[in-house]
């Protein structure tokens, strides 16, 4: 306990007595935090502006075409396949899920969102935030993204104009807005949410889909009775239900088109300067530690035990980076008040808080080198160099 | 002067160099009291700073013995060594002196921190021979804005502070002018004689030695001749400025 009361009195005397030096370094980690958080944050944005729909699902498994490789857009079930699968022993409801994309165009700059269709009050539909579900059939309603309504400032009971190219025509659709949900990006767009029956009507299709009016759903969220019990009913639903393949939400949102890529490339961005971190601060350490050889050397042949002097290391690292990581954290936010809203910067989350931890790590780990060189010195060094 | 504070038996230190075996100390025996401050002389690669290692428990001996306060260097571990030099030994160096981020008298009072004595007495204590060593409006500035010879004089109050029953001093007057030189070792000696303390300063400026009890001179290794009476010792000072 003597030792350490020792080394932070030693530590932060020398950190205040040379605050210039030791600010650099931490204006150095604060930039490296900065960077590291952004990195974070935009990989978070972006994760949930890809997966937010699915990992939001009120389901636990996912219904897929066989072979599709659980890609949503190559899945495309037949239409009787959700009511097989709510037979099934363990499922407490199935609902089906019809993926697409248009525009809206009564907008000054029109907006490209995630067309889905989607049954009130089954998986697949989410809870209405403000105003109500949209009626079944074919009624020209929408419940749209809060998303959707911040870029656009559409409310509730606003009309929108939607464009879908039809064959070879561009065709516009007229839909009401009803109602309101919360955090339903998928690939990139905030989405809209409109019944089967208006869905197939009005979304984009080729000159051959237009001879049809069956919609086909792209894939079935499944809620089980018992969610613990997930292996157990994938196996009945492969059992029971011809040409399926299932997965869980993990698995589905993984295979979301180029989710795992781009997460891959954010995470090796993070982690490479996260390296260059450990770098930058165990150098600047290291530099200094080889500069105080004779001053540590004459502390040691005084007295100081390599518990005052390794603790006193360690404490100084962990300071300098703590002021960094703190300086980089809100440097972050108040960057992050100018971001346009088209920047998906997510900052919070498990990946930010990951990131912070691994930011006051890298300052122990960088430094570690110099720490250890520190408790290795000589005390004779006192002598020789003096 | 009555005890013995320090006391050296038979002491060798060798080194092995391309195969041959080299005596940085050679059977070297002698005695400090209490109040009694001696020089260790010598030219260079007499031995006299390995002397000065193993006396300030830094360095091993080959063989023989030092005891400090009685207590017999071979006999310690590490982590005793480290103890002793806290209680028992008070340093100074040439340069490099003092820890440069603390002031005058943080500086003085670490040692009291390190042998948990800092408490108002202690802070006392500091300014006071801070004071005495005519320090008392440096009190607070950094070694960085002190003088060579008033950080020596710092070093001196550290070496002081805690009461060590041995005082090593490592070429003091290295970097300092004739003046402040003289100055210097002046200070130190009246400190040993007045807190009873055994001193050794190892020096290469002879006139140094004037303000000494005793000379020890070494070559080669070995202690060649121990200059004891004050004309014996004034002699060597001055023959140094004649020349």
């Given at each position: 306990?003597?030792?350490?009361?020792?080394?932070?009195?030693?530590?932060?005397?020398?950190?205040?007595?040379?605050?210039?030096?030791?600010?650099?370094?931490?204006?150095?980690?604060?930039?490296?935090?900065?960077?590291?958080?952004?990195?974070?944050?935009?990989?978070?944005?972006?994760?949930?502006?890809?997966?937010?729909?699915?990992?939001?699902?009120?389901?636990?498994?996912?219904?897929?075409?066989?072979?599709?490789?659980?890609?949503?857009?190559?899945?495309?079930?037949?239409?009787?396949?959700?009511?097989?699968?709510?037979?099934?022993?363990?499922?407490?409801d199935a609902g089906p899920i019809y993926t697409s994309n248009?525009?809206?165009?009564?907008?000054?700059?029109?907006?490209?969102?995630?067309?889905?269709?989607?049954?009130?009050?089954?998986?697949?539909?989410?809870?209405?935030?403000?105003?109500?579900?949209?009626?079944?059939?074919?009624?020209?309603?929408?419940?749209?993204?809060?998303?959707?309504?911040?870029?656009?400032?559409?409310?509730?009971?606003?009309?929108?104009?939607?464009?879908?190219?039809?064959?070879?025509?561009?065709?516009?659709?007229?839909?009401?807005?009803?109602?309101?949900?919360?955090?339903?990006?998928?690939?990139f767009q905030p989405t809209i949410f409109v019944p089967v029956?208006?869905?197939?009507?009005?979304?984009?299709?080729?000159?051959?889909?237009?001879?049809?009016?069956?919609?086909?759903?792209?894939?079935?969220?499944?809620?089980?009775?018992?969610?613990?019990?997930?292996?157990?009913?994938?196996?009945?639903?492969?059992?029971?239900?011809?040409?399926?393949?299932?997965?869980?939400?993990?698995?589905?949102?993984?295979?979301?088109?180029?989710?795992?890529?781009?997460?891959?490339?954010?995470?090796?961005?993070?982690?490479?300067?996260?390296?260059?971190?450990?770098?930058?601060?165990?150098?600047?350490?290291?530099?200094?530690?080889?500069?105080?050889?004779?001053?540590?050397?004459?502390?040691?042949?005084?007295?100081?035990?390599?518990?005052?002097?390794?603790?006193?290391?360690?404490?100084?690292?962990?300071?300098?980076?703590?002021?960094?990581?703190?300086?980089?954290?809100?440097?972050?936010?108040?960057?992050?008040?100018?971001?346009?809203?088209t920047i998906p910067f997510v900052f919070d989350g498990v990946?930010?808080?990951?990131?912070?931890?691994?930011?006051?790590?890298?300052?122990?780990?960088?430094?570690?080198?110099?720490?250890?060189?520190?408790?290795?010195?000589?005390?004779?060094?006192?002598?020789?160099?003096? | 002067?009555?005890?013995?504070?320090?006391?050296?038996?038979?002491?060798?230190?060798?080194?092995?160099?391309?195969?041959?075996?080299?005596?940085?100390?050679?059977?070297?025996?002698?005695?400090?009291?209490?109040?009694?401050?001696?020089?260790?002389?010598?030219?260079?690669?007499?031995?006299?700073?390995?002397?000065?290692?193993?006396?300030?428990?830094?360095?091993?001996?080959?063989?023989?013995?030092?005891?400090?306060?009685?207590?017999?260097?071979?006999?310690?571990?590490?982590?005793?060594?480290?103890?002793?030099?806290?209680?028992?030994?008070?340093?100074?160096?040439?340069?490099?002196?003092?820890?440069?981020?603390?002031?005058?008298?943080?500086?003085?009072?670490?040692?009291?921190?390190?042998?948990?004595?800092?408490?108002?007495?202690?802070?006392?204590?500091?300014?006071?021979?801070?004071?005495?060593?005519?320090?008392?409006?440096?009190?607070?500035?950094?070694?960085?804005?002190?003088?060579?010879?008033?950080?020596?004089?710092?070093?001196?109050?550290?070496?002081?502070?805690?009461?060590?029953?041995?005082?090593?001093?490592?070429?003091?007057?290295?970097?300092?002018?004739?003046?402040?030189?003289?100055?210097?070792?002046?200070?130190?000696?009246?400190?040993?004689?007045?807190?009873?303390?055994?001193?050794?300063?190892?020096?290469?400026?002879?006139?140094?030695?004037?303000?000494?009890?005793?000379?020890?001179?070494?070559?080669?290794?070995?202690?060649?001749?121990?200059?004891?009476?004050?004309?014996?010792?004034?002699?060597?000072?001055?023959?140094?400025?004649?020349?």
């Open positions: 306990m003597k030792n350490i009361l020792l080394a932070f009195y030693l530590a932060l005397k020398e950190v205040f007595r040379n605050k210039g030096r030791f600010l650099l370094v931490s204006l150095v980690i604060a930039l490296i935090t900065l960077l590291v958080l952004f990195i974070a944050a935009l990989g978070e944005g972006l994760a949930n502006g890809n997966r937010q729909y699915i990992a939001n699902l009120d389901a636990q498994l996912i219904v897929f075409l066989e072979k599709s490789d659980f890609i949503i857009p190559s899945s495309r079930l037949e239409t009787n396949t959700a009511r097989t699968v709510r037979r099934v022993d363990g499922v407490a248009t525009e809206i165009v009564s907008l000054q700059e029109p907006l490209k969102v995630s067309m889905l269709g989607a049954e009130p009050g089954r998986p697949g539909m989410p809870e209405i935030l403000e105003g109500r579900e949209f009626r079944g059939g074919e009624a020209r309603e929408t419940v749209i993204d809060r998303g959707v309504a911040i870029r656009s400032g559409i409310k509730v009971g606003d009309e929108i104009e939607i464009r879908s190219t039809q064959g070879t025509d561009d065709q516009f659709f007229t839909l009401e807005v009803v109602g309101l949900v919360d955090g339903q990006s998928y690939a029956t208006t869905w197939e009507k009005i979304r984009p299709q080729s000159e051959a889909d237009l001879n049809s009016d069956t919609p086909y759903p792209n894939i079935i969220a499944v809620k089980l009775e018992d969610p613990g019990q997930i292996e157990l009913v994938k196996a009945r639903l492969l059992a029971n239900v011809p040409n399926i393949e299932v997965a869980d939400i993990d698995t589905t949102i993984n295979n979301v088109p180029g989710y795992s890529a781009q997460q891959g490339t954010v995470q090796t961005q993070g982690f490479f300067t996260l390296l260059i971190g450990v770098l930058v601060i165990g150098g600047f350490f290291q530099i200094q530690i080889l500069q105080k050889v004779p001053q540590i050397g004459v502390l040691k042949a005084i007295g100081s035990s390599n518990g005052v002097v390794g603790w006193a290391a360690v404490i100084q690292i962990v300071v300098v980076t703590a002021i960094g990581v703190a300086i980089g954290g809100g440097l972050t936010y108040v960057f992050s008040l100018f971001l346009p809203a990946r930010s808080i990951a990131a912070v931890i691994l930011l006051l790590l890298i300052g122990p780990f960088g430094g570690l080198v110099s720490i250890i060189y520190a408790v290795r010195i000589e005390p004779l060094k006192a002598l020789r160099l003096g | 002067m009555s005890n013995v504070a320090l006391e050296v038996k038979d002491l060798v230190k060798s080194f092995s160099l391309d195969g041959a075996t080299i005596h940085a100390v050679d059977n070297v025996s002698f005695q400090v009291k209490s109040g009694e401050f001696v020089a260790l002389v010598g030219p260079s690669g007499s031995g006299k700073t390995t002397m000065l290692s193993i006396l300030a428990a830094l360095l091993a001996p080959t063989s023989g013995q030092v005891l400090i306060d009685g207590q017999d260097l071979a006999q310690m571990d590490e982590k005793r060594r480290v103890k002793l030099r806290r209680e028992k030994i008070g340093f100074t160096f040439q340069s490099n002196n003092l820890i440069p981020f603390l002031t005058a008298q943080e500086n003085v009072e670490f040692m009291l921190r390190l042998n948990g004595q800092a408490n108002k007495a202690g802070r006392m204590r500091s300014a006071e021979i801070l004071a005495r060593l005519g320090l008392n409006d440096r009190l607070h500035n950094l070694p960085a804005q002190l003088s060579g010879g008033q950080q020596q004089r710092v070093a001196i109050a550290r070496a002081l502070i805690h009461n060590p029953a041995v005082v090593l001093a490592d070429e003091p007057t290295a970097s300092l002018d004739t003046e402040r030189a003289f100055q210097v070792v002046e200070t130190f000696a009246r400190l040993v004689h007045e807190n009873n303390r055994a001193g050794i300063m190892v020096t290469h400026d002879l006139r140094m030695c004037q303000y000494v009890d005793r000379v020890l001179q070494m070559q080669d290794g070995k202690l060649v001749r121990v200059y004891e009476t004050k004309d014996e010792i004034m002699g060597l000072a001055m023959e140094t400025v004649k020349h």
